[in-house]
């Protein structure tokens, strides 16, 4: 079983719509975890980090349930520049990090 | 310079050539990664070294052979490729101890062909 599962989309959706991803994970002991943005051709970039209270930033909102064992990551209002694919990183130790395989978005005008 | 810096960006390379990747980070971390990244593909990681130390080899070909002088300067010894390592390489670096605040920040990575 992977680390970590991302439904690899892609989601096509409109200008001014609302997505949502999931993510979970298989290791219980899993301590940190993150949403980044990765665009054609270029490095992947911290979007999020995601607490257990749950966080917001803007039109992003991450959430965390550990007992269920998985992360969301909400866009509201979607703009054209989110298109991207955005991949769920968990870390089970310090420096041991697992990335999901992306979820692919487009917005479209 | 601020970050985690790659050098070069592009690379052509023979299958008989030897070159050498670098990365510099800015950000007193302690832990550097080596990723690859195939076109469409996920990233793959190959190295981990947690204050100078490798910690991790992901059954890596010997052809890539990483180098960590200090904490904040990575290598990527390439020799003998294959035309199938044609990939994008990324460095990131990390803070492990500053758990859960211990993300990864890329660099721009070195796109690299093999002919």
């Known amino acids: 079983r992977k680390e970590v599962e991302q439904d690899p989309g892609p989601f096509n959706v409109p200008e001014g719509a609302t997505v949502a991803f999931n993510c979970t994970y298989s290791?219980?002991?899993?301590?940190?975890f993150f949403w980044y943005r990765q665009d054609c051709r270029k490095e992947p970039k911290l979007l999020m980090s995601?607490?257990?209270s749950g966080n917001e930033d803007g039109r992003f909102t991450a959430q965390l349930n550990r007992a269920s064992q998985y992360i969301s990551l909400l866009i509201r209002d979607s703009k054209l520049s989110d298109s991207a694919t955005y991949l769920c990183?968990?870390?089970?130790?310090?420096?041991?990090?697992?990335f999901g395989t992306g979820t692919s978005l487009t917005v479209i005008p | 310079e601020t970050g985690v810096t790659q050098t070069p960006r592009h690379l052509v390379m023979g299958m008989t050539n030897k070159k050498s990747l670098k990365c510099e980070q800015h950000l007193g971390h302690n832990a550097m990664y080596w990723y690859k990244q195939s076109a469409k593909k996920p990233l793959e990681l190959m190295f981990v070294?947690?204050?100078?130390?490798?910690?991790e080899n992901n059954s890596v070909p010997s052809r890539f052979s990483p180098e960590c002088p200090n904490s904040s300067h990575l290598f990527l010894h390439l020799h003998t490729l294959q035309p199938e390592d044609s990939a994008l390489y990324l460095c990131a670096s990390s803070s492990p101890d500053r758990s859960p605040y211990n993300e990864q920040f890329f660099g721009p990575g070195t796109r690299l062909t093999v002919l």
């Open positions: 990183v968990v870390t089970s130790t310090g420096n041991q990090f697992y």
């Open positions: 070294y947690n204050f100078k130390e490798q910690t």
């Open positions: 995601v607490y257990s």
């Open positions: 290791n219980s002991a899993s301590q940190s």
